[in-house]
């Protein structure tokens, strides 16, 4: 997923939400966002972004980069996200 894709997905959702990274079952809080030209990375960390910190963010980074999440230093492309009542899982 691109960074403006995932801008456009979630425009008026409530911005309190928190991110987390839903990976095989396990729900872990994404806090850190690291840009370079073509790549954005949200890595794992203690304690999650709320989505109005997360859009914020984001606003630096170019629309067209692909959004990323490192965890344990693997690193995987954003393909999606659901929301779970006041979460937001990316996967």
Known sequence: MRVGD?????F???PNL??????DKKILPLSFLHQS????????S????????LQYGLNFCPPD???????EKNIQTVFGFRRV??????R
């Open 6 to 10: 995932f801008q456009s997905c979630t």
């Open 12 to 14: 008026g959702l409530e």
């Open 18 to 23: 928190g991110i987390f990274f839903e990976d």
């Open 37 to 44: 030209e073509t790549i954005t990375t949200i890595s794992v």
């Open 46 to 53: 203690k304690k999650p972004l709320k989505l109005h910190e």
């Open 65 to 71: 980069s692909v959004l990323k999440i490192e965890n």
């Open 85 to 90: 009542e006041k979460y937001l899982y990316l």
